[in-house]
Structures are given as C-alpha cells and as structure tokens.
C-alpha cells in the first residue's frame, strides 16, 4: 500500500510568482485535503477535493486554488505569492465518504516566499 | 470561538517519566477529538481518538479520555521513552468535517 507522497519537498519562490506542489493519495482513498502550517502553529485547512470537485473549502484567498486529477491526485496552486505563505503545505487523504477526521499526511512540501 | 488550545512546549522529560499535555477545545456540541503526532522527518500521523463524552482513546501507551465537563482531552502516558519525541497535536472535529488544531507541543525525552 503507497502511502501519500507530496512534491516538491522543498522550493523557493519570490513575491507575485505562482506555485504548484502535488500530491498523490493513498492508494484507495478518493478524497483529499490540503492544509498549511506555519511554523510553530497547527495546520490549518485549505480546501478538500473529493470526486474532482471542491468540497469544502477554509478561510484562503482565492488565488489558493486547487483540482483534482481523475486518479485521485492533486495539485495545489497559490498565485501572486506574498511573504506569509511560507509554510509547509500538507495533503492528507482519506478513504471514500469518510468524514471521520482520520486522514493520512504526506510529509508535506515546504515553502519559502523571498 | 470554536477553537483548540493545548499547552506550550517543548515539554522536556526524562526517559519512564509520566506525561500530560493538556488539551481543551471549544465547540458547539460534542465533537471528535483527535491526537496527532508528527515524528521528526516524517508526516502527521493519528495517534488516537474518541468519538463521544466519556469515551478513552489509546495507543502505543498513550491514553486520553473525552472530558465533557471540563472539555477537554488530555493526553497521558505512564512512561514515556526517547522514541515519543515528537510534536503533538489536538483536534476537534468540526460541522463541517473538517479538523481544527491546536498549534502543537513539542515533547523531548532526554535518556
């Protein structure tokens, strides 16, 4: 069983450039979450995709935006960068309908806005 | 607000010495409550749950009972060992299915 594997691990940007980092869910699992964590705080929720559309979606500007690929893959995409979205993003995925609040972390990609 | 405070870290112990992190949430209602733990270089991880007022979770020696009146789910281990090192983090489930955070404890186990 793969488990949830996240890319790039880590990247650099500047201000105003546009980023993408992906995410590959565990194998079985439909649905996919994203979350961005800020150093010494608790992650907080971006968005979830289940079936290729969003369900659900956290207090993040709209230039946070997100698809799902029909194999359950994701990608998350975040424009005109500023200096706060230096985190590290993670995904996490879990299993058909499950609102459970089990999820299963990739290792998440870190992020840092120059 | 609907929100999830834990208490600040790095909690620093020595090896089979008895843990606590405190947790305490707020909500509407009664919530799920979850621990998480992220071990160094690695991704978040379940460590337990509980799904209604009284019920305990555990694992791996960790235990942590949903306290309804005090709410809270504090988080225990009668011996702790270096390899428990790690963050950990409190959850509440919320309406919406989706998980609110604490901002984390760090634990540091010296042998």
Sequence with gaps: ETGVTQSPTHLIKTRGQQVTLRCSSQSGHNTVSWYQQALGQGPQFIFQYYREEENGRGNFPPRFSGLQFPNYSSELNVNALELDDSALYLCASSPEGANTGELFFGEGSRLTVL | ?111
């Excluded at chain 2, 208490?7 to 992190?21: H, K, Q, R």
């Excluded at chain 2, 949430?25 to 460590?47: I, K, R």
């Excluded at chain 2, 489930?93 to 186990?109: F, H, M, R, V």
């Design chain 2, 1 to 111: 607000g609907n929100s999830v405070t834990q208490m600040e870290g790095p909690v620093t112990l020595s090896e089979e010495a008895f843990l606590t992190i405190n947790c305490t949430y707020t909500a509407t209602g009664y919530p799920s409550l979850f621990w998480y733990v992220q071990y160094p270089g690695e991704g978040l991880q379940l460590l337990l749950k509980a799904t209604k007022a009284d019920d305990k979770g555990s694992n791996k020696g960790f235990e942590a009972t949903y306290r309804k009146e005090t709410t809270s789910f504090h988080l225990e281990k009668g011996s702790v060992q270096v390899s428990d090192s790690a963050v950990y983090f409190c959850a509440r489930l919320d309406s919406n299915y989706q998980l609110i955070w604490g901002a984390g404890t760090k634990l540091i186990i010296k042998p």
